[in-house]
């Protein structure tokens, strides 16, 4: 089973709300990511988990505040967003930080600023 | 910093044919992973390469690492419809921070009957 969870599916927001996103694996994984894509672009990474713990944040605006509850559960906190936010969030896990493992993929959560 | 330079850009071919794209870097890599992606959805892991000179199949699918450790390709062979998409490589090395990826511009690919 190589699957990561993510909801919401879509998520509509004014500039004023806050929201959350979420992610979840059963792999048994350590290690968690949140990236953000836009349209036809690759991934860029946002944050790295590892052992719960955050061990990289891409220089990430302080509007975007990560979360990881526990091993399986990784949040992503928005607050005062803007409209070039606007993106597709993907969340990944990989068996640890080690950056040679394999990291997979949940099906991302479109989020739109309005 | 690394850079990956993915091609080719897109490609429109014909069901049935075969599919061919690939990827060079600059510096030398450890992990060479490809990724297909399906509008508004998360890139799905197709292949994991990590020595080099090695060829991996899956499926219709098959993927090298270059023997320099500066390149990958990924073959398609006999293509279908449900092979259209966004095609992603992406690679690591152990210098790199933990789990930081690079990745490809992707090569879109369309398929026509």
């Known amino acids: 089973d190589t699957e990561v969870t993510q909801t919401p599916k879509h998520l509509v927001m004014g500039m004023t709300n806050k929201k959350s996103l979420k992610c979840e694996q059963h792999m048994g994984h350590r290690a968690m990511y949140w990236y953000k894509q836009k349209a036809k672009k690759p991934p860029e990474l946002m944050f790295v988990?590892?052992?719960?713990?955050?061990?990289i944040n891409e220089s990430v605006p302080s509007r975007f505040s990560p979360e990881c509850p526990n091993s399986s559960l990784l949040n992503l906190h928005l607050h005062a967003l803007q409209p070039e936010d606007s993106a597709l969030y993907l969340c990944?896990?990989?068996?640890?930080?080690?950056?040679?493992?394999?990291?997979?993929f949940g099906p991302g959560t479109r989020l739109t600023v309005t | 910093g690394q850079q990956l330079n993915q091609s080719p850009q897109s490609m429109f071919i014909q069901e049935g044919e075969d599919v061919s794209m690939n990827c060079t870097s600059s510096?030398?890599?450890?992990?060479w992973l490809w990724y297909k992606q399906d509008p508004g959805e998360g890139p799905v892991l197709l292949i994991a390469l990590y020595k080099a000179g090695e060829l991996t199949s899956n499926g219709r699918l098959t993927a090298q690492f270059g023997i320099t450790r500066k390149d990958s390709f990924l073959n398609i062979s006999a293509s279908i419809p449900s092979d259209v998409g966004i095609y992603f490589c992406?690679?690591?090395?152990?210098?790199?921070?933990?789990?930081?990826?690079?990745f490809g511009a992707g090569t879109q690919v369309v398929v026509t009957p």
């Open positions: 510096s030398i890599f450890n992990t």
């Open positions: 988990y590892s052992y719960e713990k955050l061990s």
């Open positions: 990944a896990s990989s068996q640890d930080g080690d950056p040679l493992s394999e990291q997979y």
């Open positions: 992406a690679g690591s090395t152990i210098t790199d921070s933990w789990g930081k990826l690079q």
